[in-house]
T-cell receptor, first 114, second 112 residues
């Protein structure tokens, strides 16, 4: 079974631009979550999607948005990029298996804002 | 909100046992995860505890006490490749969904 895939793996953008990141979950997983990881703040929850609905959102400004498609693939968008948005963006897909919750991360997209 | 605390750094010797502690405060506890993250890589799932007690998986074990807001990850027969950051994360029920909130991680260095 293929793992979580994210595209692109690396991205360089200029302040003020916008960016769209893509995530394909593990086959059969209907829940997708997004995280931002920076050296100073660690891993921070952005949002969670399940069956095309956003179930929860972390403490990030409205410039950060996302969506999930009917095939469970998800995208996140960051508008009006700021230097502080430079980070590793991780997507994770999850499911309940055998009564236990499992979550697996993709390799991440490293975004650099200049 | 919640607090998740774990030591910043630990050092242990190859072949030894190390215990990494995690304490948390949360209002909607729905499980605790441990992840391993090597530098420059994504976190790798190690364990999930939702009930009190010990879960064992090979060289790795994870313990949870919900009443104490406490968990630990036990690594036995340490190998050099176990040098990594270990992240404690609490799944919290929030509104109609869940949020996974992470501690800052414990950087483990295994020495020969």
């Amino acid at each position: 079974k293929a793992g979580v895939t994210q595209t692109p793996r690396y991205l360089i953008k200029t302040r003020g631009q916008q960016v769209t990141l893509s995530c394909s979950p593990i086959s059969g997983h209907r829940s997708v979550s997004w995280y931002q990881q920076t050296p100073g703040q660690g891993l921070q929850f952005l949002f969670e999607y399940f069956s095309e609905t956003q179930r929860n959102k972390g403490n990030f400004p409205g410039r950060f948005s996302g969506r999930q498609f009917s095939n469970s693939r998800s995208e996140m968008n960051v508008s009006t990029l700021e230097l502080g948005d430079s980070a590793l963006y991780l997507c994770a897909s999850s499911t309940v298996a055998g009564g236990s919750y499992e979550q697996y991360f993709g390799p991440g997209t490293r975004l650099t804002v200049t | 909100g919640q607090n998740i605390d774990q030591p910043t750094e630990m050092t242990a010797t190859e072949g030894a046992i190390v215990q990494i502690n995690c304490t948390y405060q949360t209002s909607g506890f729905n499980g605790l995860f441990w992840y391993q993250q090597h530098a420059g890589e994504a976190p790798t799932f190690l364990s999930y505890n939702v009930l009190d007690g010990l879960e064992e998986k090979g060289r790795f074990s994870s313990f949870l006490s919900r009443s104490k807001g406490y968990s630990y990850l036990l690594l036995k027969e340490l190998q050099m490749k176990d040098s990594a950051s270990y992240l404690c994360a609490v799944r919290d029920k929030v509104d109609s969904g869940y949020a996974l909130n992470f501690g800052k991680g414990t950087s483990l260095l295994v020495t020969p």
